[in-house]
């Protein structure tokens, strides 16, 4: 047993050198998913159906064919919607700043109040800045033409002609050295979806008094899911909604590689925040609930859980409040990184807490962990029943997964327990607002899914080199000095765009809607 014990822990600490990932893969997420949107991520090599809760980095790309839709979650307070036939690449991401290149199609940003300092589009011909407080949309026509309309607040936008300023109301029309300032037009279907889904995403409601503030912008995810109560032990404590009788933390979704880390990827719309922070326990009458972490010490992590990593299998099971855990990095005051210390020192002196819960305990064949197409392992005897046991490793896996790897639709991947649960039904969940839905397992969309190929040239690291992020107003993306005023004409027909429809219905033909009905907006305060 010890030579066997050695030998897991060579193979996990040495065999695989430290890898060079973002200090931060929280930053970003896949919010919702309407139709058959595409990712490429660092960790693929090819166009993949996109999944819900997939963390998004700089050099990810997004593409949302005809009748798709996409949010991407921002952490600091930013939502980027991106309509049909929109190919959006994430070039810079920070704690302060997001920087995207948007090749063609339309993208909506709404910056909130308290929100991150620079949100930063770049199109082919412009490169547009918006700041705290402010909603921007920007469209490209089919011949390259990019069109700013501000909601709320200010934009600045600039070509290689000089720069203006976009204020709330207008909408500024760039074609190479040719600039127009119109007022806004009236809201269509893309607009009003999009502010139908802001005031959705900031109803918050009772959870917003139990959530520390660094998770107030996920209130709304528990406050349609889930329900509060108090227990002694743990103050104020979430239990979500779900109908399983066997559902556990942690079972519902996937491991996926991302940029040298396995990372949980939840199937369950709310379980963003609940598997990346906090813990869980289960309460007597209530059942399993999570814990919130303590404002002030909110970290993001993979997935807080306990391993054990053996030649054959690889199993897990959710961390309660004051367990530790060991992972590629630091995760806060109750996790150890295990770059930086002697694993082989480690002792757990008593089992995981959740470790005798029914069903709290997940397995996997080792060769399909992480691929999307997790296999079921019957395991004789609890991995964790004895603490850290002989011949098992207490890190995640650190090897990339033997396999490729695919995103697999809620219910697709089959689950896997200590004891072999009854047969599972697919978890209902409250919802409201869009449905979201996520792609069935396969290694490759529909080739009419994938975006043209002027889209699959880019290369989004090319592009960053090219335009650098400017957090300052008065600064420029194109040259070392200020930038030169740009010559606009100014218009007093307010600016109508026409945007095709994300899905339409059959039959329905595409109107332009009449001169008449133009008006003039008085712009969001």
């Known amino acids: 047993m010890r030579a066997l014990k050695k030998y897991m822990l060579v193979f996990f600490t040495l065999l695989f050198p430290a890898v060079s990932f973002a200090d931060d893969l929280g930053l970003a997420r896949i919010n919702l998913i309407d139709g058959d949107v595409q990712v490429m991520i660092q960790d693929t090599t090819d166009w993949t159906p996109a999944t819900i809760n997939l963390p998004m980095n700089e050099g990810d790309r997004l593409w949302s064919p005809e009748a798709s839709r996409a949010e991407l979650q921002i952490r600091g307070g930013v939502s980027a919607r991106i309509d049909a036939d929109t190919a959006l690449d994430i070039l810079t991401v920070t704690a302060d700043s997001a920087q995207f290149y948007l090749d063609r199609g339309h993208v909506y940003i709404n910056n909130r109040r308290g929100g991150i300092r620079t949100s930063q589009v770049d199109t082919p011909l412009v490169s547009i800045r918006s700041y705290d407080n402010s909603i921007m949309m920007i469209d490209i026509t089919e011949d390259g033409v990019t069109e700013i309309s501000v909601l709320k607040g200010s934009a600045y936008a600039e070509s290689r002609a000089g720069a203006t300023q976009v204020i709330a109301g207008n909408t500024l029309t760039i074609r190479d050295a040719n600039a127009d300032m119109a007022p806004l037009g009236a809201p269509d279907d893309w607009e009003r979806w999009n502010t139908d889904r802001d005031r959705l995403l900031t109803s918050w409601g009772e959870s917003s008094r139990y959530l520390p503030d660094e998770l107030h912008e996920y209130s709304s995810d528990f406050d349609a899911n889930g329900h509060w109560d108090y227990a002694a032990d743990y103050g104020y404590v979430w239990t979500p909604i779900v109908t399983e009788a066997d559902w556990a933390p942690y079972s519902y979704g996937q491991w996926v590689w991302i940029r040298g880390n396995y990372v949980w990827i939840s199937h369950h719309t709310w379980g963003w925040a609940p598997t990346h922070y906090g813990r869980w326990v289960t309460v007597a009458s209530h059942g399993w609930c999570w814990v919130p972490p303590v404002r002030g010490a909110v970290y993001w992590g993979p997935g807080y859980v306990g391993w054990v ?19 590629y990095g630091y995760y806060g005051p109750w996790s150890m990184n295990v770059m930086t210390i002697n694993i082989q020192t480690v002792v757990i002196n008593r089992p995981y807490v959740n470790a005798r819960v029914r069903h709290g305990v997940n397995a996997a064949q080792r060769d399909s962990f992480g691929t999307g197409r997790r296999i079921p392992v019957q395991i004789r005897d609890n991995p964790f029943a004895d603490g850290r046991g002989p011949g098992h490793a207490i890190i995640p896996p650190r090897e990339k997964p033997p396999k490729p790897i695919t995103f697999a639709r809620p219910g697709a991947a089959e689950q896997s327990h200590i004891q072999p649960p009854p047969q599972r039904e697919r978890v209902r969940q409250q919802r409201t607002g869009p449905q979201v839905t996520t792609p069935s397992v396969v290694t490759r969309p529909r080739e009419q899914r994938f975006p043209p190929d002027r889209v699959r040239n880019n290369r989004p690291q090319e592009m960053k080199n090219e335009r650098r992020l400017v957090r300052e107003r008065d600064a420029s993306v194109f040259k070392q000095q200020q930038p030169e005023n740009l010559p606009v004409t100014r218009k007093r027909e307010p600016k109508v765009i026409i945007r095709k ?16 009905n133009r008006t003039e907006r008085r712009p969001e305060r």
Do not use: D, M, N
């Open 309 to 327: 990593v053996t030649p054959t299998y690889v199993a897990w099971v959710p961390l309660a409040p004051g367990e530790i855990y060991y992972g």
């Open 501 to 516: 429809p994300a899905i339409q219905q059959p039959g329905a033909q595409q109107q332009k809607r009449p001169e008449g």
